[in-house]
């Protein structure tokens, strides 16, 4: 059996109609940039994300620098964020202009650990950027509390946790403003790229907007901006998709029990952590291996037997090659468990369209892999 890593194809043949509606309605309106469909669906995720504004952007990427650019942050300034995650969260802080300052993740929950936060605040910090990994929410509450204390803005980089929810808090609710990726393997997916920006605060949003279509808010009026428009072909996809992102998620989890059920007790790996009483939405279902020197072979048998494995991500941004990290980066103590989980990370195939056949399958082929090593 070959089971792939991403089900694009399953996933529009499901709801090809309604997608294909909603695309018909945008090419016949004429209207493809900054049009109807876009307003539309800006108004229908600021409804579901429960926030006051929602700003369709031409990636997730943008919707980082933008926000901190709203904000003010930039050359001189620095961000503090944990380098386990995709290249992009750091990728922005650059952007802006920003130092990017690495602190370790939590072993458990690999999302940013708020304990070694505080130490890695100076005059020159100036926000906080958690990551929701893998789709499980960062502790918002204690980094909130963090901010307030020392006057930092907060923007939830949620490329990877879209639908997911603490247990005493909603996303997008204790931050100044959180950034979204509508990347078609992300949770939520376009067919193409796209972004968004949603936030309570209506300076961000006024400045985000302007900065988004060349710094203009009214034709022939301009000031320093740039061009991150989410365009209207592909917010009729999301308008279409954005209805079925809660059953999706709920397939996901489903999916993410079946695996955990079927591995149960692994010699030679662990399987995810999910925090009690959050919900954890599976954009990836993360194994970590015990020793970091079984995991290239793991991926390999998992490879070989037909089963899409992958890692996210086996270089931590640290160690990535090519920036001049003095200037643009430092390191706060040791970030040991966010290299080691670079070290030891597999990601098993995981989306709603999934079979429970294909399921049980690769939960076969990780338990021979097991015993292969016992
Ligand atoms: C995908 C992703 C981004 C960037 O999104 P793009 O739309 O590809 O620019 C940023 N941060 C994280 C954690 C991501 O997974």
């Not at 930092?152 to 946790?161: C, K, P, S, T, Y």
């Not at 640290?318 to 040791?334: E, F, L, M, N, T």
Request: charged share 25%.
């Amino acid at each position: 059996m070959n089971v792939s890593f991403y089900g694009h194809v399953r996933q529009y043949e499901s709801i090809k109609d309604e997608i294909d509606s909603n695309m018909r309605e945008v090419l016949m309106s004429g209207k493809y940039v900054l049009g109807p469909m876009l307003s539309r669906f800006e108004a229908e995720a600021a409804k579901y994300f429960g926030t006051k504004h929602a700003i369709g952007l031409g990636n997730g990427t943008d919707a980082i620098w933008l926000a901190l650019m709203a904000l003010n942050i930039g050359p001189g300034d620095e961000v503090i964020t944990h380098p386990n995650t995709f290249f992009a969260t750091a990728e922005a802080i650059w952007i802006a202009g920003a130092k990017c300052v690495f602190v370790d993740c939590d072993p458990k929950t690999r999302n940013i650990n708020p304990d070694k936060i505080e130490r890695a605040i100076n005059k020159r910090t100036k926000a906080i950027i958690p990551v929701h990994l893998y789709g499980q929410c960062a502790d918002m509450p204690r980094i909130k509390a963090i901010a307030d204390k020392h006057k930092l803005a907060v923007i939830e980089d949620n490329a990877q946790g879209i639908d997911g929810r603490g247990d005493t808090f909603k996303q997008g609710e204790l931050s100044d403003a959180m950034a979204t990726s509508f990347i078609i393997q992300k949770n939520l997916g376009c067919f193409g790229d796209g972004g968004m920006l949603v936030t309570n605060r209506d300076d961000i949003n006024e400045k985000v907007r302007k900065l988004r279509n060349h710094g203009s808010a009214q034709r022939d009026h301009h000031s320093f901006g740039f061009n991150s428009r989410l365009d209207d072909i592909q917010a009729a996809v999301l308008s279409a998709k954005l209805k079925h992102i809660t059953a999706w998620t709920d397939r996901r989890r489903a999916l993410a029990a079946r695996y955990t059920a079927g591995l149960r007790k692994p010699k030679h790996f662990t399987l995810p952590y999910e925090v009690p009483g959050y919900r954890h939405v599976y954009h990836l279902y993360i194994l970590e291996t015990k020793l970091a020197e079984d995991r290239d072979g793991f991926v390999k048998f998992l490879n070989d037997h037909g089963v899409d494995a992958k890692t996210h991500y086996s270089i931590p941004i640290h160690k990535q090659d090519g920036y001049p990290w003095g200037k643009k980066a430092r390191i706060v103590g040791s970030v040991r468990n966010a290299e080691k989980n670079a070290a030891s990370v597999v990601s098993l195939p995981m989306f709603p369209e999934l079979t429970e056949q294909e399921v049980d399958y690769v939960v076969e082929q990780c338990l021979a892999w097991d015993r292969a090593h016992a």
